[in-house]
């Protein structure tokens, strides 16, 4: 028995998981600028602006903005009925 998905069902959970992950996104993104913190220098400080740290921090916003963006693509795509890069590689 082969379940398939209808274009509504898709768009739906499409455009739940694209908010969803653009929301997190964008509280890594503020979250990481706001602590621009390095290794400690003495208790309750921090080296500012450390090398490497705030890459890091920014990390998990880039990976959920590119889902995001992923998400939208696949909405589009079924909205206008192509079956496109998003669609194809889902």
């Not at 996104?25 to 705030?54: C, E, N, V, W």
């Amino acid at each position: 028995m082969t379940i398939t998905a209808s274009d509504t069902t898709i768009i739906a959970f499409s455009v739940l998981g694209g908010s969803g992950t653009f929301f997190w996104a964008m509280f890594y993104m503020i979250r990481a600028y706001r602590s621009r913190t390095g290794p400690a220098l003495s208790k309750g400080k921090h080296m500012q602006d450390y090398s490497g740290h705030f890459e890091m921090d920014m990390l998990p916003a880039f990976v959920n903005l590119i889902t995001a963006i992923q998400y939208m693509g696949e909405v589009t795509e079924t909205i206008e009925g192509v079956d496109g890069f998003f669609n194809t590689y889902r």
